[in-house]
């Protein structure tokens, strides 16, 4: 996972770059707002919630046996008396880099969308509901639980999740994906067509429109995928929801040992819903969580020469996945992933001359383990052609969501009318222009892309980074990085 608490390593990177870019020009005044579009409608997007349910670990055993509707009650009581002295040995147990979402962020963040996303059509959410470690701190609580009662509480928990995203947004259709933290046996683990999957569906697939719905239940059911139309005044637009846990380079069984098929048959699931969608004259969002092509930070903080033949780090197991939606920029509007926590853009070039690229956008985390504050993003969306016409990133005051305010807006930003894959492809070519970071443009993206002075790392890798925006093969984003500049 894309890691970016302030480690060593980053602490280095960060050094290296204020003294490679001790003297940083002015910033430029931010260009004018462009014209967006009139006939939009504003949509809310998501991801690694991680909610964590260990909090209070006395509470966990009356969390397993209640209904998720008592979920919220029991949670919001008056904390145990051995609340920390639990907690502190449940940690030592089960150590990790920092603290997920508890349940008082998660009200928070609630709070604050009721409000700030009110008149959303819809929500999406792009994985990772479930907080890191969990199987971990279930097993030290339940030492003698089955798998069954694992996989149980794993559903119960996103059940949760969803259900307080619905109340929060009554009314509106929440499509949210698998991370790879949402799994019934482990991190990075899945059975295909397991119990996990067929209890998980029903809540993943509720706001699926009823014709729809008995055949999104089975392949959610299957491979923890789905399909579903938009509501009006979306026409003849349908957003696919990918576990793309099965393409993870990490993915194993639940036994532990790899296991290939559930990837490709997933790619061929993908691949019939966006022929049956060309042929239908449908516009398509995909969402999933972990993202196709080079993890840059990762490459970076190893030290891979890859310019001297070393292979660059990559997130998924192979190109399977970006191979199969590059053909489709014709119907495939926008693809969100997240799994890195940061708020970033990316591209699809398309793989035959003449296509059109696709545009991937990253959305930034509700949880603040890497030390970042919790964030969501409103979207306004052209209704007529599916295509995101802006949006603006929400983010919190501190890591225990004190009060949120707008981080950024796009259109704002950057002076683009849009964020489609023409002025995505624009942006980033600017940037891989500008080696040292200078321009307004770079200086904006990497003042967003983390709050904080962890930022400061990506500008002294600033090529390499820009360079994995728009490639997704070693081969491509060696070319980038390693070729001679005019």
């Given at each position: 996972m894309f890691r970016l608490k302030m480690s060593l390593a980053m602490r280095t990177l960060a050094t290296v770059a204020?003294?490679?870019?001790?003297i940083v020009p002015a910033l430029a005044a931010s260009p004018q707002k462009a014209t967006t579009p009139a006939a939009t409608v504003p949509a809310l997007l998501l991801s690694d919630i991680h909610f964590?349910?260990?909090?209070?670990?006395?509470?966990?055993?009356?969390?397993?046996?209640?209904?998720?509707?008592?979920?919220?009650?029991?949670?919001?009581?008056?904390?145990?008396?051995?609340?920390?002295?639990?907690?502190?040995?449940?940690?030592?147990?089960?150590?990790?880099?920092?603290?997920?979402?508890?349940?008082?962020?998660?009200?928070?963040?609630?709070?604050?969308?009721?409000?700030?996303?009110?008149?959303?059509?819809?929500?999406?959410?792009?994985?990772?509901?479930?907080?890191?470690?969990?199987?971990?701190?279930?097993?030290?609580?339940?030492?003698?639980?089955?798998?069954?009662?694992y996989s149980s509480f794993s559903v119960k928990t996103?059940?949760?999740?969803?259900a307080q995203l619905r109340a929060a947004l009554p009314g509106v259709p929440v499509y949210a994906a698998l991370?790879?933290?949402?799994?019934?046996?482990?991190?990075?683990?899945?059975?295909?067509?397991?119990?996990?999957?067929?209890?998980?569906?029903?809540?993943?697939?509720?706001?699926?429109?009823?014709?729809?719905?008995?055949?999104?239940?089975?392949?959610?059911?299957?491979?923890?995928?789905?399909?579903?139309?938009?509501?009006?005044?979306?026409?003849?637009?349908?957003?696919?929801?990918?576990?793309?846990?099965?393409?993870?380079?990490?993915?194993?069984g639940c036994s532990g040992k790899p296991n290939p098929a559930p990837a490709a048959e997933q790619i061929a699931w993908l691949r019939r819903r966006l022929d049956a969608a060309r042929a239908a004259g449908d516009k398509v969002w995909i969402v999933g969580h972990i993202p196709p092509g080079i993890d840059p930070f990762s490459t970076a903080t190893h030290r891979v020469n890859v310019c001297a033949g070393q292979q660059p780090q990559i997130f998924l197991s192979s190109s399977a996945l970006p191979d199969a939606i590059a053909p489709y920029g014709d119907v495939v509007r926008l693809v969100l992933f997240a799994h890195t926590h940061m708020d970033e853009m990316r591209m699809l070039a398309p793989s035959t001359p003449g296509n059109a690229p696709v545009a991937i956008k990253l959305t930034p985390s509700i949880s603040p383990i890497d030390g970042n504050l919790p964030s969501f993003t409103l979207a306004h969306v052209d209704a007529a052609t599916a295509t995101l016409a802006d949006y603006s990133v929400v983010a919190s005051s501190d890591m225990a969501g004190s009060a949120w305010a707008t981080e950024y807006d796009f259109a704002k930003a950057y002076g683009k009318s849009s964020y489609t894959a023409a002025t995505v492809t624009q942006l980033i070519a600017g940037f891989r222009a500008d080696p040292t970071a200078r321009t307004p443009a770079s200086q904006t993206y990497i003042r967003n892309y983390f709050v904080r002075d962890a930022s400061l790392a990506i500008q002294a890798y600033w090529p390499q980074y820009s360079c994995a925006l728009?490639?997704?093969?070693?081969?491509?984003?060696?070319?980038?990085?390693?070729a001679p500049r005019q």
């Open positions: 204020l003294i490679a870019l001790s964590d349910p260990f909090r209070d670990p006395a509470k966990v055993s009356t969390l397993a046996a209640a209904p998720v509707s008592g979920w919220r009650s029991i949670l919001d009581s008056p904390a145990s008396p051995d609340r920390e002295t639990g907690l502190a040995a449940l940690e030592k147990s089960c150590p990790t880099r920092g603290e997920d979402t508890d349940e008082a962020l998660f009200v928070s963040s609630l709070r604050a969308i009721a409000v700030q996303a009110r008149g959303s059509r819809f929500v999406t959410v792009a994985g990772d509901l479930m907080a890191h470690s969990f199987d971990c701190k279930f097993r030290a609580l339940f030492p003698h639980a089955s798998g069954a009662d996103m059940d949760y999740v969803l991370g790879n933290n949402d799994s019934g046996c482990g991190d990075y683990q899945l059975d295909p067509r397991s119990q996990f999957l067929a209890q998980a569906a029903n809540s993943f697939t509720a706001d699926v429109p009823a014709p729809e719905q008995e055949q999104a239940r089975a392949d959610f059911a299957a491979l923890g995928d789905y399909s579903a139309a938009l509501p009006a005044p979306f026409k003849h637009t349908r957003i696919l929801a990918l576990d793309d846990l099965f393409e993870s380079r990490r993915y194993t728009a490639n997704y093969t070693a081969e491509g984003y060696r070319s980038c990085l390693c």
